[in-house]
């Protein structure tokens, strides 16, 4: 079992940075895969950026790559997502995800075994 553990989320006018912050406890591996994704209200899960357990690999969505960085300190087993240059249209739930046993990194939901409860990001224009 993996928990995790979401924080860093807020209100923040357009062009403006947050920085979400996860905790994962539990049985973590050095095959385990973390991700973000988000969800704006009335619209799916969509997929924001993972990273490889060692921080070796990254995968980002068109929509987010050049404006956020997704990174690991995998010995504190925290999952970091820097977010600049932020858009109305970033403005969703937040969801951490992990997959224990990964031998790539996926931008499907299906993928990943477990999920935090989500932390809102508002950006006003």
């Known amino acids: 079992q993996v928990q995790l553990v979401e924080s860093g989320g807020g209100l923040v006018q357009a062009g403006g940075s947050l920085r979400l912050s996860c905790v994962a406890s539990?049985?973590?591996?050095?095959?385990?895969?973390m991700s973000w994704f988000r969800q704006a209200l009335g619209k799916e899960r969509e997929f924001v950026a993972a990273?490889?357990?060692?921080?070796?690999?990254?995968y980002y969505a068109d929509s987010v790559k050049g404006r956020f960085t997704i990174s690991i300190d995998n010995a504190k087993k925290m999952v970091y997502l820097q977010m600049n240059s932020l858009k109305p249209e970033d403005t969703a739930v937040y969801y951490c995800?992990?997959?224990?046993?990964?031998?790539?990194?996926?931008?499907?939901?299906?993928?990943?075994?477990?999920w935090g409860q989500g932390t809102q990001v508002t950006v006003s224009s």
């Open positions: 990273i490889n357990w060692s921080g070796s690999s990254t």
């Open positions: 539990g049985r973590t591996f050095s095959s385990t895969a």
């Open positions: 995800a992990a997959r224990v046993i990964a031998n790539r990194l996926s931008d499907s939901p299906s993928a990943y075994n477990y």
